[in-house]
C-alpha cells in the first residue's frame, strides 16, 4: 500500500491508492506485467475471438456463452435495443449545451422511472438489467442524430452491437471492418476493476439504491478528464498541435509547466496498458483501407517525447486506453463529443456486473477522513 503523511504525522492511503476495499471475481489487472483478465480471459483473447456481446455475458453472467447461449442472449439483448418513445423525446428536450454524458447521466433515472410506471419489475440489483447494456448505445447515437437535425435510426438486429451503433450514428451500414473495430473497442473498455467510476457505482449500490441510480452516478465518475473524459482531451490535444513535427516541442513545453498529457499514466498500471497495445493494433488496421489523418503520427511523437521526459526523471508513464481510442473512433467518422459516452455505452457491461456482485455480498462503504480542522471549540469563543 502506498502512503501519504499528513501534517499531524498519520499517515493514510491518499485517493484510497492500493487500498484493498473488496472482494471481486469480475476482473484481475496485473499491472507490474500490463495485463488484463476479464473473469480469468486474458483481454486480446476476448477481444480477438468473442463479441461485444459474448463478453457482456461474461461479465454479467459469469461464463463465456457457447454458440447457442450466445444466439440466444444475444437476441435478448438486440430485442431490448429499441428506445422507449418517451426517452426519444426527453432526449429532444435537452439543451444543445448539456454535454451527452449530462444526458446520459440525467435520462438513465427516467428510463428507469418510467419502467416502474408501467409496472415493470425495477431491478435493483443491476443483475437482468440487459435493456441497459442494449440501450446505451441507442442513447448515445440518438442524441448524435437529434442534435445534428437528422433523423433517428431503427435498431437493426441483424447487426452486431458495434456495427448496429455506428448504423445508428451515420444512417448506413458500416463496412465488416469499421463493425468489428467498433465491437472491439467496446470490449476492451468493458471492465477494468475498481476505477473511480465502477467504485462510485459499487458505493451507491452499497446504500441498496437501485440500479438506475448506481449507474447514473458511476456515469458522472467517468465523465471528469482524469477518468473517461482523457479520450475526448486528448484528441482536442492532437488538433491543438496539428502536426507531427511540432508534437515534440509542445509536450515537453506542457511537461515544464506541470501539465498532465491526457491517455498518458495510470494509478495501476506500471507497464504498458494492454488495451492501449490493442487499440493501437486497431488504429494501424484502420490506417490501411480507411482515409488517413494525422492523428497517429502526431501520438506516437507525442508518446516517445513523454517516454524520454519521464524516463529522465525516473517517473516511466505509459499510454493508458484513451490514448489512441479517439484517434480510432475519428477514423470512424464519430465526433469527439461522443468517446466517453462511448466508453459508458461499454462500461455499462461491468459496472452492471460490478452493481450485481455488491449487492450479493453487501456491506455499506463508509471510510474515514483524517481531520485537519480546528479543535472542538464553544461557541463564540474563536477568533476568525
Ligand atoms: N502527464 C504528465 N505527468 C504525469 C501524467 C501525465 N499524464 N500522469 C502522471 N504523471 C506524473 C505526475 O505529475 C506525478 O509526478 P510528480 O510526482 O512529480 O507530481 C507522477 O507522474 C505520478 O502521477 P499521479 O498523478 O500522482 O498518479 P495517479 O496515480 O494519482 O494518477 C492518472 C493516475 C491516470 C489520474 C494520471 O496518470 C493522469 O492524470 N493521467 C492523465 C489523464 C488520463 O489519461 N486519464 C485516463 C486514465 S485511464
Known amino acids: 500500500m502506498s502512503f501519504s503523511e499528513a501534517s499531524s504525522g498519520q499517515q493514510y492511503a491518499r485517493g484510497l491508492e492500493g487500498v484493498v476495499a473488496t472482494e471481486s471475481s469480475i476482473c484481475k489487472i496485473d499491472g507490474q506485467q500490463g495485463q488484463l483478465y476479464y473473469r480469468g480471459y486474458s483481454i486480446e483473447d476476448l477481444a480477438d475471438q468473442h463479441s461485444f456481446e459474448g463478453v457482456t455475458h461474461l461479465l454479467l453472467k459469469g461464463s463465456l456463452p457457447n454458440n447457442q447461449t450466445l444466439q440466444q442472449f444475444s437476441r435478448q ?3 431490448e435495443r429499441a428506445l422507449p418513445e418517451a426517452v426519444v423525446e426527453m432526449l429532444r428536450r435537452y439543451p444543445s449545451a448539456v454535454h451527452p454524458m449530462e444526458v446520459l447521466q440525467s435520462i438513465i433515472p427516467y428510463i428507469g422511472a418510467l419502467r416502474r410506471e408501467e409496472g415493470r419489475a425495477i431491478d435493483l440489483s443491476c443483475e437482468n438489467s440487459y435493456h441497459l447494456v442494449a440501450q446505451f448505445a441507442t442513447l448515445v447515437a440518438y442524441l448524435h442524430r437529434i442534435r445534428t437535425g437528422q433523423p433517428i435510426i431503427e435498431p437493426d438486429n441483424s447487426l452486431s452491437h458495434g456495427a448496429n451503433f455506428l448504423y445508428m450514428l451515420h444512417g448506413k451500414p458500416p463496412s465488416k471492418l469499421a463493425g468489428t473495430a467498433m465491437d472491439v473497442a467496446l470490449t476492451l473498455h468493458a471492465e477494468h476493476s475498481l476505477n473511480a467510476s465502477t ?36 484528441l482536442q490535444m492532437v488538433q491543438k498541435i496539428a502536426k507531427p513535427a511540432a508534437a515534440a516541442d509542445w509536450v515537453k513545453q506542457a511537461l515544464a509547466k506541470k501539465e498532465k498529457i491526457m491517455g498518458m499514466g495510470h494509478r495501476v498500471y506500471k507497464a504498458t496498458d494492454p488495451r492501449a497495445v490493442a487499440i493501437e ?34 517517473k516511466p508513464i505509459y499510454p493508458n486506453v484513451d490514448f489512441f481510442s479517439g484517434a480510432v473512433y475519428n477514423m470512424l ?37 483524517l481531520y485537519t480542522g480546528p479543535p472542538p471549540t464553544p461557541l463564540g469563543t474563536r477568533q476568525s
Open 77 to 79: 439483448l438486440r430485442a
Open 199 to 234: 467504485f462510485t457505482a459499487r458505493v451507491v449500490a452499497s446504500t441498496l439504491a437501485n440500479c438506475y441510480s448506481s449507474v447514473s452516478a458511476a456515469i458522472g465518475a467517468l465523465y471528469g478528464p482524469l477518468h473517461g473524459g482523457a479520450n475526448e482531451q486528448v
Open 281 to 314: 493494433r486497431l488504429l494501424q488496421e484502420l490506417s490501411q483501407s480507411l482515409p488517413h489523418h494525422n492523428d497517429y503520427p502526431i501520438l506516437k511523437v507525442v508518446q516517445e517525447t513523454v517516454r524520454d521526459y519521464m524516463r529522465e526523471r525516473n
Open 333 to 369: 467518422s464519430i465526433p469527439a463529443n461522443l468517446f466517453t459516452p462511448i466508453f459508458a455505452a461499454a462500461r455499462i457491461a461491468g459496472w452492471a456486473a460490478h452493481i450485481a456482485e455488491q449487492y450479493a455480498n453487501n456491506r455499506i462503504y463508509r471510510p474515514r477522513a
